[in-house]
């Protein structure tokens, strides 16, 4: 009877399989197209959206403002405190106490 052993070219072959087969599965969960950095993608994408909307109601209010100390739409009050806060002015009836 003439039984052969698997060569140490099988065990060979084996390893490196295991090794790609290892390192492609590394790649796929940890490397720059991978799945850790597909979910650290898309928590930044959240994030940025978030301080997209705020920026907009920002601008929204900044707008409103602009819009009620224009030519066409003059608010008397809102004159009357940006001309306090900013300027530091006061009514000539008004005390001032600090």
Do not use: C
């Not at 065990?11 to 940890?30: E, K, N, P, R």
């Not at 940025?48 to 109601?57: F, G, I, T």
């Not at 819009?67 to 066409?72: N, T």
């Amino acid at each position: 009877m003439n039984t052969q052993r698997p060569g140490i070219g099988l065990a060979i072959y084996f390893m490196i399989v295991f090794t790609l087969g290892s390192y492609f599965t590394f790649a796929a969960v940890q490397g720059d197209y991978g799945v850790f950095r597909r979910v650290q993608i898309d928590a930044e994408a959240q994030m940025l959206e978030a301080e997209r909307d705020a920026l907009l109601l920002e601008l929204a209010r900044v707008e409103n403002k602009t819009r009620r100390m224009s030519d066409d739409f003059l608010d008397i009050d809102l004159l009357d405190q940006q001309a306090r806060d900013v300027l530091g002015l006061i009514r000539a009836d008004e005390i001032v106490i600090r």
